[in-house]
């Protein structure tokens, strides 16, 4: 059974004072005697009193909150986003409120209406595909909106992230350089960035006259995944001398499983992934992997996010933070 939450209330009615007075206690300290101050805190702290924000944010037209739409909670690509998020606006004062919609537009939908219901003072979307009625709904709402993890494509208001097109190209490119003949592409997802990293390899594999092959899968992203995906490659494709993983996780994966059937690596088996985790730039070999800087892309989008709520206005619709190639040892 829920407990009920205590109330101004129920705080007035202990110190024997008004709710009004309570809530401009509360909101205000400095409004009230330090003697019913000093009453009014200790019996909310005796009660265990939560402040309900909403009806405050939505009655004001500032709510200092930050809408964060984040399509998943277990990569950490979007785990050091926020971090970067973070170093911006908490010393501002502003905290974050996210909302998880699973790579889905249509959740993205509901969840960025969910958020813009609290007043918040500006989003960072982790798409750059909506629906129309997520566009028609920011236009409404008319407040600062940024878009990240990609630089390609045209945004709503402003961008801040990377070409991943560019990115995979290059990364197979050297993969061709080093002499790889058979690379194939293993995607995970088939958000609209594994499908910009598809681009990049097959414009690499054609421009060297190879053969692309992709193996698709629309399962999360998992060491798992990677390894079941590397089988099917050894077991289905045996010419393959290379393969471009959409991330990391899917290339730590398939790099344990080369292990398992002592694939060498990178002799027989050359491997990349994409984002330069942690976990592949330990493992020895290191992981090949694009570094692409995340958590200065959840920075800059936080930065160019609070410079517009300030009414500071925005020069560059798309800030492209680049990425580096890392060879490491395993192509």
Known sequence: MKHRRPTLQDIADRVGATKMTVSRCLRTPDAVSENLRQRIFAAAEELGYIPNRGPDMLSRSTSRAIGVLLPSLTNQVFADVIMGIEKVTEPAGYHLMMSHYGYSIETEERSLASL??????GVILSESQHTQRTIRML?????PAVEIMDSRTRPFQQAVGFDNVEASYDMVCEMIRRGRQQVLYLAVRLDA????RQEGYQRAMAEHGLTPQTLRITSRSSYSVGASLMASVLEE????DGIFCTNDDVAVGAYFECMK??????EQ???AGFHGHDVGQV????LASVITPREAVGERAAYELMGRIQGRPFEKP???LGYRIEAGGTI
């Open 116 to 121: 813009l219901s609290y007043n918040v003072d």
């Open 139 to 143: 236009d409404t709402a008319g407040i």
């Open 261 to 266: 059937r002592g694939v060498k690596v990178p």
């Open 283 to 286: 493992m020895s070999p290191r």
């Open 237 to 240: 494709y045996p010419e393959t």
């Open 269 to 271: 088996m050359a491997i």
């Open 318 to 320: 798309i800030i492209d």
């Open 193 to 196: 960035r594994t499908l910009q």
